[in-house]
């Protein structure tokens, strides 16, 4: 098994049409459907994978902006539906929460819609009638066939309507990956895959709670009072939940989550494996995206 790095969807698509590549697993739909059909085998289908919006209250370049009543206004300025056709051409679905579509827990959300009356409002109580500027650094890749730049763009223009200004940055994805670890990005995009099917990774790994990577991401050693006092008496409950108990269990633990409106999921793209038809075995895994040992030439 040969794994390569392509840059960008079109290059991949590139690639697999050519026969230089057996499987390309970063494709968008529009460079699928492009895709000569004798050459290429193309499934879409939903996924659990999800782009979001994290916001961090303690960076210091936060310079406290970002209340829990701004990062309200923040999620109610973002059109999702408009979002998912500008970067996915409506090939993805919008997503509740940090547990994803799909697992325990994610039935039943509302996903949060889009009030700029309500935004204007809130930040205009909260002192900032005239907006703000905020530096938003983002990694320059192309995550689950969603382009970066695009989430941004979209990101600059529907916040830019209520006056928060976005300068947008790109870096690599080394630096962008210290720089959030550090807790220096008061502002930026990420993306999230399962490493296996059960929702206490989401809480572990995005739940606002002390010893948790995004805690300490969105500034939790400058400003503690963000941490989510019930959020691990939630997950313990949940855990310890009866199977039939257990979906409702981990609503209450999502419905908490999603309060903190620290974590805010922007879409879930739908996943695009394509590969040439002279291949079986090529399927999606929710733990490991593609079962390497499953493939076999026909």
């Not at 700029?116 to 703000?132: N, T």
């Not at 695009?150 to 830019?160: H, I, K, S």
Request: proline share 8%; net charge positive.
């Amino acid at each position: 098994v040969v794994i390569r790095q392509a840059a960008g969807a079109a290059v991949q698509g590139q690639l697999l049409a050519s026969g230089g590549a057996d499987i390309a697993l970063q494709l968008d739909t529009e460079t699928a459907r492009a895709l000569p059909r004798d050459r290429a085998t193309v499934q879409v289908l939903p996924s659990p994978n999800f782009i979001y919006l994290a916001i961090a209250p303690g960076a210091p370049a936060a310079q406290g902006r970002f209340t829990p009543e701004v990062r309200e206004a923040i999620s109610l300025a973002v059109d999702r539906a408009a979002m998912i056709e500008f970067v996915l051409g409506g090939a993805g679905k919008p997503q509740a929460s940090p547990i994803p579509n799909g697992f325990p827990g994610s039935a039943g959300l509302e996903v949060p819609g889009t009030d700029l009356a309500r935004v204007r409002q809130m930040l205009a109580a909260a002192g900032h009638g005239r907006g703000f500027d905020v530096d938003f650094t983002f990694p320059a890749i192309n995550s689950y066939g969603a382009d970066m730049s695009l989430v941004a763009q979209r990101l600059q223009q529907d916040l830019g309507r209520v006056g928060i200004r976005l300068r947008l940055q790109t870096a690599t994805f080394p630096v962008w990956v210290q720089q959030m670890r550090a807790a220096q990005l008061p502002m930026t995009i990420g993306y999230y895959a399962p490493d296996y099917f059960g929702s206490a990774q989401y809480v572990n790994f995005f739940g606002i709670m002390e010893g948790t990577p995004w805690f300490t991401r969105a500034g939790g050693g400058n400003l503690p009072s963000i941490a989510n006092t019930e959020l691990r008496g939630l997950l313990t409950r949940a855990l310890a939940a009866p199977e039939g108990e257990r979906d409702s269990a981990f609503q209450a633990v999502a419905r908490s989550m999603m309060g903190d409106r620290i974590i805010l999921p922007l879409l879930s793209p739908d996943l695009v494996i394509a590969h040439r038809p002279g291949l079986q075995g090529v399927r999606y895994s929710t733990c490991c995206n593609l079962p390497l040992a499953e493939i076999r030439p026909r």
